[in-house]
């Protein structure tokens, strides 16, 4: 989701972060377990699916609370903190914003309280959410119209959802997401839950990946099946699209709000998930040697040595080496703790760019003809920026291989794209991208390639931003985009703070510190 190097594995500028992918979301149903710790570690496994924020919320039987705060897993949360959050229930949130900026009050998950139905109490409810709506506009006046609107403080779709599955006390929360989950258009893969309940569900294309594990005294929800593995769990199943689980006391229970029409991210397999996940059944690792293996076979050259710009497009250099015969090696190396960063660089610094990320192996490139396998092109600097720095370390002939077909159309589902207009692809043919980024030659992998690594009938996956086909009806009047709840709470003239009558107060994060959240 280019937006400050505009790639999808690099940054460029530290100043503003890179390219992210969506949102990690675990949940667990474990009484007699330390469930926050198992959530902290299934969010360390999930780290690289969002950088900007991070929170846990648990239950013991008798409330819910939050704690949650911006900055990397490890930043936000310690022993104590972990410690202080006792419960059988637990639900986490790594975030990357696809909708909402990037401030502490649209941290994850959210928490809404319900007023006391005529049968019942209160119920309070918390969610994380990994996708991106496509109806948010419309999602936030059905909001305002039951008068929730001022009683909120984030300008996410997460909040909206939570705002709406609260507004029924006379259902039980199980039926009002019953009632509200058919009304979403978009992306969604939900974790979310009550004083007793773990939930899970996923939109009716299952555009984004969460898979249901099994411990031996209680059940996993996940992004990713790294961070099943990662907590011990073994892996059940996927959670199909427009299916609705339920697990408590009772153990677990499944319906449907939707038909299946699987629509699966592309990405996914290209970039976003972590090697080591399976998707439907194939190994992401696999497939991307695979994708590397076609790479070969569709963009010859003559070469010395192919290397990878690490990590992501490592797999795919594998795949390439060994179709085409050219030993593989290392010319870049990736430091490793560069990331996520509070402190600013200077103007100085920011001028090195991405030689705060990759250093290349001068003894290794000088004098040689390079393939370089990448994940991906959207605006050109990152590979520019490799090109040129390889050149300098000796290197003469750089011929750049991507494993992904060229990025032309944004993401509404989830991954925050640059804009048409920003993508490189979108102006410029195929010669015209490679005199862009200076490399001897440029072959990008073909869609129907790409398709057959994932072993996956292309009917069945999402390939939008490579194709323009989206899948899911977006909105006529193009209400949409990062920003459209700021945009409709200024136009509302409205921007709440604080909440009464069984919601939420929600106090401003102090000095940078974790808050916690009760009902």
Not at 1 to 9: I, T, W, Y
Not at 302 to 315: C, L
Not at 363 to 377: E, F, P, Q, T, W
Request: net charge negative; proline share 6%.
């Amino acid at each position: 989701m280019p937006r400050g190097d505009g790639r999808l594995s690099h940054e460029l500028d530290p100043q503003r972060p890179g390219p992210q992918d969506k949102c990690g979301v675990f949940g667990v149903w474990a009484p007699g377990e330390e469930v926050a710790k198992m959530t902290y570690y299934g969010l360390y496994a999930l780290q690289h699916r969002g950088q900007e924020a991070a929170g846990i919320a648990v239950s013991d039987g008798s409330g819910v609370v939050v704690y949650k705060d911006l900055g990397l897993v490890s930043q936000v949360f310690d022993e104590p903190t972990l410690a202080s959050l006792r419960g059988h229930i637990a639900i986490g949130h790594a975030r990357y914003s696809t909708t909402g900026g990037s401030n502490w009050e649209n941290a994850q998950p959210t928490l809404r309280s319900t007023a006391a139905g005529e049968d019942r109490g209160g119920t309070t409810i918390a969610l994380a959410h990994n996708g991106n709506l496509v109806n948010t506009a419309e999602l936030a006046r059905r909001v305002a119209e039951l008068g929730e609107r001022d009683q909120m403080n984030s300008t996410n779709d997460t909040a909206l959802v939570t705002a709406l599955l609260a507004a029924r006390p006379d259902l039980s929360v199980e039926a009002a997401a019953l009632d509200v989950l058919p009304t979403l258009r978009g992306a969604f893969s939900f974790v979310f839950m009550d004083e007793d309940t773990l939930y899970a569900a996923r939109d009716v294309n299952g555009v984004r990946p969460l898979v249901l594990g099994r411990l031996e005294r209680g059940w996993v929800v996940a992004s990713e099946t790294a961070a099943l593995d990662i907590v011990g769990a073994s892996v059940v199943r996927e959670i199909e699209p427009g299916e609705l689980i339920a697990i408590d006391e009772h153990g677990l229970r499944s319906s449907r709000f939707g038909t299946p029409d699987p629509k699966g991210c592309l990405f996914e397999y290209v970039y976003l998930a972590r090697p080591d996940t399976t998707i439907v059944g194939r190994n992401v690792h696999a497939a991307r040697v695979a994708i590397g293996r076609t790479l070969a076979k569709e963009h010859p050259v003559e070469a010395d040595m192919v290397i990878p710009v690490p990590e992501s497009g490592t797999p795919a250099a594998i795949g390439y080496a060994t179709e085409s015969g050219i030993p593989f090696g290392h010319g870049l190396v990736k430091n490793a703790y560069v990331g996520r960063t509070f402190i600013q660089p200077s103007q100085t610094i920011r001028q090195l760019g991405i030689r705060l990320k990759l250093n290349p192996l001068r003894d290794n490139v000088r004098g040689k003809r390079l393939v370089v396998v990448d994940d991906s092109i959207v605006r050109g600097n990152t590979q520019r920026a490799i090109v040129r720095m390889l050149r300098e370390a000796g290197a003469v002939e750089v011929h750049v291989r991507i494993s992904s077909p060229p990025v032309k159309w944004p993401c509404f589902y989830g991954i925050d794209f640059a804009t048409r207009a920003e993508l490189l692809a979108n102006g410029l043919d195929l010669e015209g991208i490679r005199r862009s980024i200076g490399a001897d030659s440029l072959g990008y992998v073909s869609l129907p390639g790409l398709i057959a690594a994932t072993e996956q009938p292309a009917n069945r996956l999402c390939s939008a931003c490579f194709d323009g086909q989206y899948p899911i009806e977006l909105p006529t009047d193009n209400v949409i985009g990062k920003h459209v709840l700021e945009g409709v709470a200024r136009a509302a003239g409205a921007a709440a703070t604080t909440t009464d009558g069984g919601a939420v107060s929600v106090a401003a994060s102090p000095g940078g510190s974790g808050a916690l959240l009760r009902p």
